[in-house]
């Protein structure tokens, strides 16, 4: 089955402790992305990956970092987490080219930095 | 700023309508555009996508509409039941980059 797993579902932390969520996508997908998503402000890009070892800014990337050594996988790192970073962050993934371009999400990763 | 944008925030029909979602972009260099449904607390899921060369697709009680000209897309859904409720969001993904720009959803209700 194709899809996009995120781990954890859910994650509690304290301020300044360092954390890792991971996403893994099975398509061999070039792209992928992540997203975090806040009442009232809806879904932003905080960055994305063309394909291995080449990844970018997207329109929210204070706080966070990237890294894409494998294809499959694109972790998001928040080296020292805020109480500002407490979102709902969904990784996406999808081909670059082709007829069919659809983008495939995550479940969600709901973080609260207390 | 490519903005997407969706009308109305919320809906509440009762069972059986059939009913229009709307979502307006304001770049029409889009290079396809999705529909997905979220429910409270939950992922996206993709209900439909549209390549830019294309007018409409379908899916099951479904159907989206694309008009790049006007700006506009609508999800019609038939005949809608209590399941379909959730939060419905459109996606534009624009030739310049990779990115979707997503509307702010529609809250959709649909009471027994």
């Known amino acids: 089955e194709a899809q996009v797993t995120q781990n954890p579902r859910y994650l509690i932390t304290v301020t300044g402790k360092k954390l890792t969520v991971t996403c893994s996508q099975n398509?061999?997908?070039?792209?992928m992305s992540w997203y975090r998503q806040d009442p009232g402000l809806g879904l932003r890009q905080i960055y994305y990956?063309?394909?291995?070892?080449?990844?970018d800014k997207g329109d929210v990337p204070e706080g966070y970092k990237v890294s894409r050594k494998e294809k499959r996988n694109f972790p998001l790192i928040l080296e020292s987490p805020s109480p500002n970073q407490t979102s709902l962050y969904f990784c996406?993934?999808?081909?670059?080219?082709?007829?069919?371009?659809?983008?495939?999400f995550g479940q969600g990763t709901r973080l609260t930095v207390v | 700023k490519q903005e997407v944008t969706q009308i109305p925030a919320a809906l509440s029909v009762p069972e059986g309508e059939n009913l229009v979602l709307n979502c307006s972009f304001t770049?029409?260099?889009?290079?396809?555009l999705q529909w997905f449904r979220q429910d409270p607390g939950k992922g996206l899921t993709s209900l439909l996508l549209?390549?830019?060369?294309?007018r409409e697709q379908t899916s099951g009680r479904l159907n989206a509409s694309l008009d790049k000209s006007s700006g506009r897309s609508t999800l019609y859904i038939a005949a809608s039941q209590p399941g379909d409720s959730a939060t419905y969001l459109c996606?534009?993904?624009?030739?310049?980059?990779?990115?979707?720009?997503f509307g702010g959803g529609t809250r959709l209700m649909v009471k027994p």
């Open positions: 398509m061999n997908h070039e792209y």
């Open positions: 770049d029409s260099a889009i290079y396809n």
């Open positions: 996606a534009v993904r624009y030739n310049a980059g990779n990115m979707l720009t």
């Open positions: 996406a993934s999808n081909p670059l080219t082709g007829l069919n371009t659809e983008a495939f």
């Open positions: 549209i390549q830019s060369s294309q």
């Open positions: 990956s063309m394909n291995v070892e080449v990844t």
